[in-house]
């Protein structure tokens, strides 16, 4: 059973490792932002979103293992991807936010037009439809961006989540965890 003391527990624990994610994806941001300029910083940014499963996989499995013995339920391993995710997408938002406001975006949105042209092409899209859609996208303001990269990166959750709390879901703790925590406390109790 699930208390209000283990919600704020599990709470506590995300948005710590919310703001660690959120370190791995501004990196990754950045790094895909700037990939205009300097293309050999480009995977870096795929290597951010490619580990970002892994990344809060891990960071569960401290959280297990570490603070609750080895024993986390579905739920319990939801609430904390779920909160993990929204907390490190609130983060990236704002800095995002900042970076389309005061930053450099004319490479982003020349490589955002450039992908518009080839969608125009796919679907057959007349020159005045195609013209219509740049002029959409050019006119998008700092806000729009962050906020439609926020609602992906929480549409991303949606997905991870459950898929990352059901592989690490624990009924019982491995013996390793149990002595482990059992020869902890009897150091303790010698000291």
Not at 95 to 100: A, G, S, T, V
């Amino acid at each position: 059973m699930i208390t209000s003391q283990n919600i704020t527990q599990v709470r506590a624990f995300a948005r710590q490792d919310g703001v660690f994610l959120s370190v791995l994806w501004i990196v990754g941001f950045l790094c895909t932002m700037l990939s205009v300029k300097m293309p050999i910083i480009a995977p870096i940014g795929d290597f951010a979103v490619i580990a970002t499963p892994f990344f809060v996989a891990y960071r569960l499995k401290k959280f297990r293992d570490g603070a609750l013995e080895g024993v986390i339920s579905f739920r319990r391993g939801l609430l904390y991807t779920a909160e993990t995710f929204f907390h490190a997408a609130l983060i990236l938002g704002i800095i995002q936010y900042l970076y389309f406001k005061f930053g450099d975006i004319n490479g982003f949105l020349q490589q955002w037009n450039d992908s518009y042209t080839i969608i125009a092409k796919a679907y057959n899209l007349d020159k005045m439809q195609s013209q219509q859609l740049k002029e959409a996208i050019s006119m998008m303001s700092p806000v729009a961006w962050a906020s439609m990269f926020f609602i992906l990166e929480l549409f991303g959750a949606l997905i991870a989540s459950p898929i990352i709390a059901a592989i690490m879901s624990r009924q019982t703790a491995h013996k390793h965890i149990q002595n482990g925590n059992s020869e902890n406390n009897n150091n303790s109790k010698n000291i």
